[in-house]
T-cell receptor, first 114, second 115 residues
Framework: DTEVTQTPKHLVMGMTNKKSLKCEQH?????MYWYKQKAKKPPELMFV???????INESVPSRFSPECPNSSLLNLHLHALQPEDSALYLC?????????????FGQGTRLTVV | AQSVTQLDSHVSVSEGTPVLLRCNYS??????LFWYVQHPNKGLQLLLK??????LVKGINGFEAEFKKSETSFHLTKPSAHMSDAAEYFC?????????????FGTGTRLTIIP
């Protein structure tokens, strides 16, 4: 299994809603990532988990809350989002955290905040 | 700090002709470099990576890239374009920070294939 699976594929939520994005991998990877990609822009790193501990938080607003329940799962909890948070949210994983390790990406969750 | 610059935001080639997508990097030490492809409304797929072994790297779908330290370049090429190659291509450099790996993406090059 060489896939990173993200659910849901699409999500529409109001600014007062609470929702969660889910990501799963069964490749035994020990690093997992959340990226945000706006239209026609490159992905931007949000969070990195290494061995289930938060290693990097790229100054992301607290309305985004990551969680890593175990080595295979990564969640992103959303609360009180703004319309400008609408984007494609990509999850990725890598075997280790060395700089020469490639990341495997999921298909993404396209989020629309109304 | 690491960074990459993709010199063309949009490249158009005819089917069956060569593809050249340009990328220059900035790094204070020997970098790890990657090319990823993103088809419309899809995630990113790794095409190839350079990690200080051979300077000519072969990837999937007939793509290859050459690491040239003297030119700080890592251009992506393919001898003959196929319609299925139409996509967004990202040159990426990685940087290890605080025990985890951060990928820095270029701004992307949209490749259009003309029938």
């Amino acid at each position: 299994d060489t896939e990173v699976t993200q659910t849901p594929k699409h999500l529409v939520m109001g600014m007062t809603n609470k929702k969660s994005l889910k990501c799963e991998q069964h490749m035994g990877h020990r690093a997992m990532y959340w990226y945000k990609q706006k239209a026609k822009k490159p992905p931007e790193l949000m969070f990195v988990y290494s061995y289930e501990k938060l290693s990097i938080n790229e100054s992301v607003p607290s309305r985004f809350s990551p969680e890593c329940p175990n080595s295979s799962l990564l969640n992103l909890h959303l609360h009180a989002l703004q319309p400008e948070d609408s984007a494609l949210y990509l999850c990725a994983s890598s075997q280790e955290t060395g700089s020469d390790t490639e990341a495997f990406f999921g298909q993404g969750t396209r989020l629309t905040v109304v | 700090a690491q960074s990459v610059t993709q010199l063309d935001s949009h490249v158009s080639v005819s089917e069956g002709t060569p593809v050249l997508l340009r990328c220059n990097y900035s790094s204070s030490y020997s970098p790890s470099l990657f090319w990823y492809v993103q088809h419309p409304n899809k995630g990113l797929q790794l095409l190839l990576k350079y990690t200080s072994a051979a300077t000519l790297v072969k990837g999937i779908n007939g793509f290859e890239a050459e690491f040239k330290k003297s030119e700080t370049s890592f251009h992506l090429t393919k001898p003959s374009a196929h319609m299925s190659d139409a996509a967004e291509y990202f040159c990426v450099v990685s940087q290890l920070q605080t025990g985890a790996n951060n990928l820095f993406f270029g701004t992307g090059t949209r490749l259009t294939i003309i029938p």
